[in-house]
């Protein structure tokens, strides 16, 4: 196969610094994910992805955020294995693969229509499986999912970028339209946005972070049926005695600080 050349940029540029990031991990001595599908990216990608600003360091950090999401995301499922997941800005990311959910998840993999179309170059669709090429503010992408059973929405790495008018009512769109559900993202309060100069891949790529949530009430107040299951900061999500020396004592400073530790916070919400 050719090499798949890439053309992205800002928010969706970030999508390889991600990827890259699996991929130094499962190539690192002892890999957290151990995500092979992401090596198997990479060389198919013709992109120098130095120019992610990916660090082994930082690829330890992306492995760690990923598998504390795949674990809620594998606990809802655990319980609803009739569920919809609509894994909103997916990127490249073979969530899909690393949870594979029994056949009786219908899964939606959502992202903008030239990601989509890299993607199913290199991960195609399998049973169960289905892409949707829109921005996820687009909200009519919505209607090609049936609305009969529960929803689980999983978001990582999106909800920053999206302008919190269209954030809210992309949350408010998919509380309306099924039973119930659950939310699993990551987020970061006002104070992320303001240092997001300091945050190397999302500079290199041009990307710019809008949407700030400064805590679990802002989300639920977004529609009456949602409820805060679970809000944990990110310097709280464990596993650091797999990142180096240097990154671990930089994480636990940073994460003594207040402020900063409320900064990058991952939210579960129900409804
Ligand atoms: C940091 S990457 C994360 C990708 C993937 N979730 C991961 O963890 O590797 C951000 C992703 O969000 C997607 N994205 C940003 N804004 C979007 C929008 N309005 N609609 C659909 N996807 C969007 C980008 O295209 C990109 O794939």
């Known amino acids: 196969m050719a090499p798949e050349k890439v053309q992205l940029s800002e928010e969706k540029a970030t999508l390889l610094a991600t990827l890259y990031g699996r991929a130094l991990d499962a190539r690192s001595r002892r890999p957290i994910l151990g995500d092979d599908l992401a090596v198997e990216a990479v060389k198919k990608i013709d992109f120098d992805f130095r120019r992610t600003g990916m660090s082994p360091a930082l690829g330890a950090a992306v492995a760690l955020r990923d598998r504390f999401i795949d674990r809620w995301a594998a606990e809802y499922l655990a319980t609803h294995p009739d569920a919809t997941v609509l894994h909103l800005g997916c990127g490249l990311d073979t ?3 690393r949870l594979a959910p029994p056949p009786t998840v219908r899964w939606y993999d959502v992202d903008y229509p030239d990601v989509i179309e890299l993607r199913g ?27 009969d059973v529960p929803a689980l929405v999983v978001a990582e790495g ?13 949350l408010r769109a998919v509380v309306d339209r099924f039973p119930g559900g659950q939310f699993v993202f990551d987020a970061v309060n006002w104070l992320g946005i303001r ?10 790529a041009g990307a710019t972070l809008r949407w700030g949530i400064d805590g ?5 107040a977004i529609h009456p049926r949602l409820r805060c299951v679970s809000a944990v900061s990110a310097f709280d999500m464990g596993g650091f005695d797999r990142l180096s020396a240097p990154h671990r004592i930089s994480t636990w400073i940073a ?17």
Request: charged fraction near 25%; glycine fraction near 8%; charge should be positive.
């Open 158 to 170: 999106l909800l920053y970028y999206l302008g919190p008018d269209d954030g809210r009512a992309l």
């Open 255 to 271: 994460g003594a600080l207040p402020g900063v530790k409320r900064s990058a916070m991952f939210y579960r919400l129900e409804f």
């Open 216 to 220: 679990p009430g802002e989300l639920v």
């Open 95 to 97: 969530r899909f693969h």
């Open 195 to 204: 240092l997001q100069k300091l945050n190397r891949p999302v500079r290199k």
């Open 121 to 147: 170059r290199l991960f195609p669709e399998r049973p169960g499986h289905r892409m949707i090429a829109s921005s996820v503010t687009d909200l009519t992408w919505l209607e090609q999912v049936p609305d």
